[in-house]
């Protein structure tokens, strides 16, 4: 078991001239489907994974998560596969009891203004861990700052999930103007995610390779071993199968600009 | 010249397997403003020059255009260096005065639902160039197609230059999402536009090699021979040594989808 | 027959103190139609009847209008009823036909920045007529102003008819703020259109009270003898029965505010 | 002191034919200043007070409210004015603490997914307080109805507060058309929040009277005896002599509705 000592930082995560993929089910359903992915997730290189043991949703009558419940999954995963796990809080009485197993919390999209979470989350200041700190949907990049600050910004990589625009065709908008603007101009770490602003599983590839091309520094991608079955977001997982192939995508993308691109316009 | 008869078609321009790139100056200025930067695309193999003779500006103290006064420059771009030529067209009247020199009309984000200038691009039938119909920036995907249904859906290459979204940190917000959805539901070509929804012309590189790996079909990018002293868009456009760069990422990400990705999901 | 030197003005419309109510068809489709409308708009006192003889609509495929086949028809109900005709020009090539029986062009929404309409009803300085400005769905304050300047800031009444939002549950969000911001701080006329942010019967009372007590300068509303058989806009147009409540109610909260509003918030 | 056996009921404050006006201070700051407010509050007579003890901030350095050290101020307010009490929960650590004090917990905008908070809202069902929930600056009408559904739909009074558009010529758009269709549609008391979407005083009257003849069923309107000198939101809050004035123009337009309009069109 990692010890707080042995914690991961976010400069172990987001390692200069690398690109960081976390992949994993929207939801924590049962041990088999996260070992299922856990598994796939492992053979094809991948350190990180998500699960979500809450489930913020807007209807009270959907799916919550399974919660504490599925806690020991996620330990053995960590045993088993030494992978990193990465989880959301949504409340601030998940923090203690969930801190020897996640690694990176984050706090999604909906509470990136619950401003008593993010000081929670920033805590006495032995908690080191890196977090995420998904992006409101209809939020500025100023307040996605200082929403940060609320955590310490030096702990934080934002984000970029998604808006809601006046034009919405899917789910929401992938803003890269937006992660370009943080990343650019106020030199934070911006990962993309490709699934929510999709909202269908046959976008995920392309958005993903547009968040690659853009040069942020990593995406986190739903995968589910049977997401037509799954608890929520059932339209917009893949298949570790189509995980495999975007994988291979987004490696090529990115091989491609490491070898031509003057990466002087982002950095 | 080119006699009607010669005239290229969209399937000329967007040939499966290819990516257009359609390069020039925001507005045509002088002569020689103007030749330096088809000099400079013919360097680079770039066949297409936009360049816009009409200006629709805000506000009526702003740089109108040179309008007709700038035709034989471009017509002898055309006869010099075998240049396509796209331009906008803001008015009906200005189609018949420009027909023998302009190969590629476009119309522009404010006028997407100018429905009596969509009518006049129609004509009577025997006007088969193909139109660049930019989105109106809160327009929805249907709203873009049935405009594209009042000139002829067959001869339409669609372009996103950018939404207004509520949460703007750049001049628009590129929305990859609605692009995809015309190109993968409605079968529609669609390029993008890097230069106006950054505004800027730092981040064009990241948005023009987001537009490839996406998957569009397309791109056109403002180029002028010297940016500072533009006289419409200054801080957007980029100089013919940066757009050498550029086009390098292009081809270099293109290449890379080219031999690695299985393009299913998008065709 | 009105001649040139007769036309109202925009200080004839916009009187201080009253507020100005234009109620009519959305589209002008038959003499008898018309006629019904402006034989209920006298009974009620109202002097000024709106009607469309070029409607701009997204399809192709829906009605456009019956065209100059209407303008005798309008021009009957200004000899017989002494109405004064309110109609949308969408081609500079409407403005000399219509020139006698038109008394207020209007530009609607979607040409806000075609340009070279606006330019063309500037003309050469002998028009004086008042022209409503309508507010593209997403245009900011300073575009519409800018709109405005295309045309001759003294001769315009700006109307708002909804913006496009993130949220819309109705057909446009009516957007009270942006008509306050630039009554109050631009010194600006504002009327408001309630029925396209409504785009149904039952919310245009509502919104029609809220424009009245917000202290804008007037309202058109859409009034209908047969709204379900209407070629357009069939569930927005209210009644010549409803249109009699509406206006009671109008006036009931005009008169309120008459009496004991200190309007010095607004002026 | 109220016992919870005899605390104020939704039905008590949204009576059937009157219309629910909630004054008081953005934030509780001091006891006298809280007073100040109190007093000229019941000198009007009005009979909700609203004040903050804890402050939602973008910035953590911003004021964050004076907390349970304000509780005892307001107690005393509740015996001397027999003042009811609403104020907002941002923790559900805070609502047994203040129980016995406030009459009305608020969730606010950027809570209004913090679904953990509304659950604890909702509690064991002993607690029949109402419960007022402001609309999230993006959300939908379906999404501010479920949030409504954790706390149980009987006790919730919806509040719409502004939200955050593309066009933004003020703090945030007052969506009068998204209060109108959740009360005529979905039969839910809605009261407007005319503040945060001014973000200035001088409109705060102009959106008061259109949220009154709106039809909706009240107004929370923010009141600080020296707004200049306020810790939050000092632009947008209006002394206790405007907002006499103003209650004043709510009562005339509310009359004038009484008396002469057929409120059909929204019940």
Known sequence: MFKLAERITRENLIKNGEFLVIGGPCAVETEEQVRKVASALYDLGIKVMRGQL????????????????????????????????????????????????????????????NFELLKALRGNGTDQRPVILKRGASCTIDEWLQSADYIGRDRVILCERGIRSATDSTRYTLDLNGAL?????????????????????????????????????????????????ALSD??????????????????AVYRAMDLSINRADLS
Not at 66 to 87: C, H, N, S, Y
Not at 234 to 249: D, H, M, S, W
């Open 54 to 113: 809450w489930k913020p949703r807007s209807s009270p009558d959907s799916f919550q998560g399974v919660g504490l419940t599925g806690l020991p999954w996620l330990q053995r995963i960590k045993e088993d596969f030494g992978m990193i796990i990465a989880t959301e809080i949504v409340d601030k009485d998940q923090i203690e009891p969930t801190m020897e197993v996640v690694d990176v919390p984050w706090v999604g999209s909906r509470n990136m203004q």
């Open 234 to 251: 059932a339209k917009q997982q893949i298949t570790p199968a189509t995980f495999r192939e975007v994988l291979g995508q987004i490696k």
């Open 181 to 229: 603007v943080v990343k650019h101009d106020k030199r934070m770490p911006v990962i993309g995610d490709p699934s929510h602003p999709a909202g269908r599983a046959d976008l995920v590839p392309a958005l993903s390779r547009s968040i690659v091309a853009a040069g942020l520094d990593g995406l986190v991608i739903e995968v589910h071993p049977d997401p037509a079955n």
